[in-house]
Nanobody, 128 residues
Framework: QVQLVESGGGSVQAGGSLRLSCAASGRTFGTYTYTMTMGWFRQVPGKERTFVAA????????YYADSVKGRFTISRDIAKNTLFLQMNSLKPEDTAVYYC?????????????????WGQGTQVTVSS
């Protein structure tokens, strides 16, 4: 099993910044660190959950949705099993619940269906 716990959400004005964290734990997580991809997705009410960013846990290779490229940065602290999402130049359209997710075998990093574990989500609200 893998447990994912997000933190760092909140309310901010447009142009501001927030940093999300996702603490990972569980024996399964330690077994799969060489093959795992961790990602961030977001969802607004009434819409599908969409890909935001992902990182290959071992290599550190990163991937971003076009809508956040240049504004968001995904990173990880291997020693602390923690995933981060630094969000700068936030826009009202970034308002959503943000979810951390783990894919044990690094499938398609943008595909919800390839992720095995999910956090509970954290709300990000950007006002204009």
């Amino acid at each position: 099993q893998v447990q994912l716990v997000e933190s760092g959400g909140g309310s901010v004005q447009a142009g501001g910044s927030l940093r999300l964290s996702c603490a990972a734990s569980g024996r399964t997580f330690g077994t799969y660190t060489y093959t795992m991809t961790m990602g961030w997705f977001r969802q607004v009410p009434g819409k599908e959950r969409t890909f935001v960013a992902a990182i290959r846990w071992n290599s550190g290779n990163t991937y971003y949705a076009d809508s956040v490229k240049g504004r968001f940065t995904i990173s990880r602290d291997i020693a602390k099993n923690t995933l981060f999402l630094q969000m700068n130049s936030l826009k009202p359209e970034d308002t959503a619940v943000y979810y951390c997710a783990g894919d044990l075998n690094s499938g398609n990093y943008y595909s919800i269906n390839d992720y095995d574990y999910w956090g509970q989500g954290t709300q990000v609200t950007v006002s204009s």
